[in-house]
């Protein structure tokens, strides 16, 4: 890689910027003044310096974001707030994207990284990785209801696959439950509720396969994954 793009991707300055660093000699590679902006550095094996001190290069970044409510999952909006405005300038990046969508008014779980194939993998219904959700259902559902999800509900034409409905409560004509999709249809878990003549009134995702929406992040935070989560994740 290019010493200059590898110092503007460690977030040293722009480009622009760095290549004046490099000019005024403040880069060291393997302990010597590098002073061309095309020398060729490796990450992993160079030593790479500004004015003595080591700079580290990460290429992928994960944080898990606890969505609230308001905030689109996109990286841009004409109209609304995105789940990237939550970030940080200090953590923003302009490769960082949500891995799949929550509705405007669902909240909870969301990852956000800039490592493409990793989001590709957790959202291909191939790979069937569990998505909880933690809803508020005005109506009662009931086993029908449970059975249907097990079967599959048909949406657009297609068959759902098999998903999960467990109920935890019923009262005053409410129901509190927890439904498990291998899969992520547009609006699926409103659209299946729907199709059993119920109506969803608040959603939060609580799990994506083995990660769990941490009880202490609040509404709005984020933070990066820690490796044992991450490890999780890449299954
Ligand atoms: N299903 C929905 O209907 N909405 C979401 O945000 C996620 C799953």
Redesign the pocket.
Known sequence: MRLDKFLAETGLGSRKEVKQLIKKGQITVNQQIEKKDKAQVDPEKDQIAYLGEALHYQEFYYYLLHKPAGVVSATEDKKDSTVLNLFDEADYRRDLFPVGR??KD?EGLLLITNDGQLAHELLSPKKHVEKE?FALIEGVMDETDQQRFEKGIELDGQLTMPAQLLIDQIAEERSEVRIILNEGKF?????MVAACGKKVVY?K?IRMGDLSLPEDLSKGRYRELTPEELRLLKG
Do not use: E, F, I, P
Not at 187 to 191: D, I, L, M, P, S
């Open positions: 929550l509705d669902t959700y609006h699926q878990v409103k659209r959603l995702r």
